[in-house]
């Protein structure tokens, strides 16, 4: 029997598309990737595996985002013969369960909450994903360190998009309303967010009814009561926020999770420098989403000037042109930031330009300093896949190369041992070699007007070397006698056209000799 690659620990729960296991990883080379423990999500049938399975080429995309603050997926593999999603295992609660025991938070607590979210979102935004299933169950907890990570990010867009019937999958109580037309989005993702916070802050939903029916009237046609009338505790400014996200029209929503978190930290009066930076940055992530480059270009430069001596204002710009493929300019911002701060990130994503430049050791070198400098885990489990994958290409291209230099090779050199050429040597690895006084040919005799602008053939068929005069005026000879129709051309043979005499000589080399004699030939 083969061997499984996790032991499952204990079921965590479930939901729509499967169950989710605590598991064990058992393979050691898998436990150096990931750990010791991850998360797996294992569908409830046949139907939703085959789901899986069909759509499994999206889910790489989902390791491209990189957020603390977004629950990482590893892979999609094999277990007991079932195909199954393997993530981050987050050691905390779910806030659905927090709910339950507290039933509501303070705006403190709320926004800490929400604003993570909102820097999960801005990281998966940014790569194109939305979450489309935002709720309080897939919003975990970390209790070690109270780090807020927003689980199955990507999924519920990935398994809808499959699905023929298209039919509306997730909790109605905080879709927004254009997700029931089929034209979910970016925003529907902070619609799901406000519900979200509304429910934390006042503890209930800012939509419900008795049936599916009257919860999809409500939230296409009712407005929420503003959560300061349920509260009078809470602040008025607040209330404001959690209701533009609940804006029906997408229009008048916060477009962009940077929007949304710049009011908060607006609100909360959290003006540092980093919050600044980020949402600076955030905002030019959002221009280049909706394909606005030379105004992204424009803003990340201002961000760098602004912020000369912070690694993120020189990671983004040039992160910028990684995405651009302008892989020069990015590698000249990486190196500058590198001079101002090394930072373990520049190194690492100037890696990247590198390698997309083909230089692909001195990106290996470059991934290996940033890993040496101490990268944050997830961030640290991507780079060293990277390098493992770089390493093992660099390895084939060497042993390629290594194969071929080793090869031996049939190549020709024929010397011009008398005649106003003398002394010109040729060496030819071909199948075909032309002898004449034009530039053209193999090889080419300019200085001997005797010989016509194509003269003579030599081919090998066979492994063996024949030779033939191509209608020249004053014919080809070997040892006096002119040829008249082809014949063979042994080892070290004379033969003269023109005034040239050359001396054949085949040998079999090893070719990266051939290559040193061809060098220095030249
Ligand atoms: N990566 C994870 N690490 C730790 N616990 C997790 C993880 N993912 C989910 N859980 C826990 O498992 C429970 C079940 O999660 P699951 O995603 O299967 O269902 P759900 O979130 O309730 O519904 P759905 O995701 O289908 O909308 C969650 O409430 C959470 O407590
Ligand atoms: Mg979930």
């Given at each position: 029997?083969?061997?499984?690659?996790?032991?499952?620990?204990?079921?965590?729960?479930?939901?729509?598309?499967?169950?989710?296991?605590?598991?064990?990883?058992?393979?050691?080379?898998?436990?150096?990737?990931?750990?010791?423990?991850?998360?797996?999500?294992?569908?409830?049938?046949?139907?939703?595996?085959?789901?899986?399975?069909?759509?499994?080429?999206?889910?790489?995309?989902?390791?491209?985002?990189e957020s603390k603050n977004i629950?990482?997926?590893?892979?999609?593999?094999?277990?007991?013969?079932?195909?199954?999603?393997?993530?981050?295992?987050?050691?905390?609660?779910?806030?659905?369960?927090?709910?339950?025991?507290?039933?509501?938070?303070?705006a403190n607590e709320s926004l800490d909450i929400i604003e993570q979210c909102c820097e999960g979102l801005i990281a998966a935004h940014k790569?194109?994903?939305?979450?489309?299933?935002?709720?309080?169950?897939?919003?975990?907890?970390?209790?070690?360190n109270n780090i807020v990570k927003i689980?199955?990010?990507?999924?519920?867009?990935?398994?809808?998009?499959?699905?023929?019937?298209?039919?509306?999958?997730?909790?109605?109580?905080?879709?927004?309303?254009?997700?029931?037309?089929?034209?979910?989005?970016?925003?529907?993702?902070i619609?799901?967010l406000?519900?979200?916070l509304?429910?934390?802050?006042?503890?209930?939903?800012?939509?419900?009814?008795?049936?599916?029916?009257?919860?999809?009237?409500?939230?296409?046609?009712?407005?929420?009561?503003?959560?300061?009338?349920?509260?009078?505790?809470?602040d008025?400014k607040i209330?404001?926020i959690?209701?533009k996200a609940?804006?029906?029209?997408?229009?008048?929503?916060y477009r962009t999770a940077s929007e949304f978190l710049k009011d908060i930290k607006f609100y909360r009066n959290k003006k540092d420098v980093g919050d600044l930076l980020n949402l600076s940055i955030a905002e030019a992530w959002d221009l280049?989403?909706?394909?606005?480059?030379?105004?992204?270009?424009?803003k990340l430069?201002k961000t760098l000037a602004e912020y000369p001596n912070n690694p993120y204002g020189y990671l983004s710009l040039?992160e910028?042109?990684?995405?651009?493929?302008?892989?020069?300019?990015?590698?000249?911002?990486?190196?500058?930031?590198?001079?101002?701060i090394?930072n373990?990130l520049?190194?690492?994503?100037?890696?990247?330009?590198?390698?997309?430049?083909?230089?692909?050791?001195?990106?290996?070198?470059?991934?290996?300093?940033?890993?040496?400098?101490?990268?944050e885990?997830?961030?640290?489990?991507?780079?060293?896949?990277?390098?493992?994958?770089?390493?093992?290409?660099?390895?084939?291209?060497?042993?390629?190369?290594?194969?071929?230099?080793?090869?031996?090779?049939?190549?020709?050199?024929?010397?011009?041992?008398?005649?106003?050429?003398?002394?010109?040597?040729?060496?030819?690895?071909?199948?075909?070699?032309?002898?004449?006084?034009?530039?053209?040919?193999?090889?080419?005799?300019?200085?001997?007007?005797?010989?016509?602008?194509?003269?003579?053939?030599?081919?090998?068929?066979?492994?063996?070397?024949?030779?033939?005069?191509?209608?020249?005026?004053?014919?080809?000879?070997?040892?006096?006698?002119?040829?008249?129709?082809?014949?063979?051309?042994?080892?070290?043979?004379?033969?003269?056209?023109?005034?040239?005499?050359?001396?054949?000589?085949?040998?079999?080399?090893?070719?990266?000799?051939?290559?040193?004699?061809?060098?220095?030939?030249?």
């Amino acid at each position: 029997m083969k061997e499984e690659k996790f032991k499952l620990l204990e079921n965590l729960g479930g939901g729509g598309f499967g169950r989710t296991y605590k598991a064990q990883v058992l393979d050691n080379n898998l436990k150096k990737e990931w750990g010791d423990i991850v998360s797996i999500k294992v569908p409830h049938n046949k139907l939703k595996e085959k789901t899986l399975l069909k759509e499994a080429f999206k889910y790489e995309k989902l390791k491209d985002i990189e957020s603390k603050n977004i629950v990482q997926y590893f892979d999609f593999d094999l277990y007991k013969e079932q195909y199954v999603l393997v993530l981050e295992y987050v050691v905390g609660q779910s806030l659905d369960k927090l709910l339950k025991r507290k039933k509501k938070l303070t705006a403190n607590e709320s926004l800490d909450i929400i604003e993570q979210c909102c820097e999960g979102l801005i990281a998966a935004h940014k790569v194109g994903i939305f979450h489309r299933d935002i709720d309080p169950s897939n919003i975990l907890i970390c209790d070690k360190n109270n780090i807020v990570k927003i689980s199955d990010f990507g999924i519920a867009e990935i398994l809808r998009s499959s699905e023929e019937s298209h039919e509306i999958s997730g909790k109605l109580d905080y879709m927004a309303p254009e997700v029931f037309e089929g034209k979910g989005s970016f925003s529907s993702d902070i619609w799901s967010l406000g519900v979200t916070l509304y429910q934390i802050l006042t503890g209930r939903l800012p939509f419900s009814g008795k049936d599916q029916d009257e919860i999809m009237n409500n939230v296409c046609n009712k407005e929420p009561i503003p959560p300061t009338e349920i509260d009078r505790n809470i602040d008025n400014k607040i209330s404001q926020i959690v209701l533009k996200a609940l804006k029906k029209d997408p229009e008048e929503r916060y477009r962009t999770a940077s929007e949304f978190l710049k009011d908060i930290k607006f609100y909360r009066n959290k003006k540092d420098v980093g919050d600044l930076l980020n949402l600076s940055i955030a905002e030019a992530w959002d221009l280049f989403r909706d394909g606005k480059i030379r105004e992204t270009e424009e803003k990340l430069k201002k961000t760098l000037a602004e912020y000369p001596n912070n690694p993120y204002g020189y990671l983004s710009l040039g992160e910028f042109y990684n995405r651009c493929e302008q892989y020069a300019l990015a590698i000249d911002v990486f190196n500058e930031g590198i001079k101002v701060i090394p930072n373990q990130l520049l190194y690492r994503d100037l890696a990247i330009s590198l390698y997309q430049k083909g230089r692909v050791k001195e990106a290996i070198e470059s991934l290996q300093e940033a890993i040496a400098l101490g990268l944050e885990d997830t961030v640290k489990w991507r780079a060293t896949n990277l390098l493992r994958l770089w390493e093992s290409k660099l390895g084939k291209t060497e042993k390629v190369k290594k194969i071929i230099t080793q090869q031996k090779v049939d190549v020709v050199l024929i010397v011009a041992v008398d005649g106003p050429m003398k002394g010109h040597k040729f060496i030819i690895k071909k199948k075909l070699i032309t002898v004449g006084r034009d530039e053209n040919n193999d090889i080419s005799l300019p200085l001997d007007l005797t010989v016509s602008r194509k003269h003579t053939l030599i081919s090998c068929e066979d492994g063996k070397y024949w030779i033939e005069d191509t209608n020249s005026s004053n014919g080809t000879f070997i040892e006096e006698f002119r040829i008249n129709k082809k014949g063979p051309l042994p080892n070290g043979t004379l033969f003269k056209v023109g005034e040239t005499i050359l001396k054949f000589r085949r040998y079999g080399i090893f070719y990266d000799t051939y290559l040193k004699i061809v060098e220095k030939l030249k």
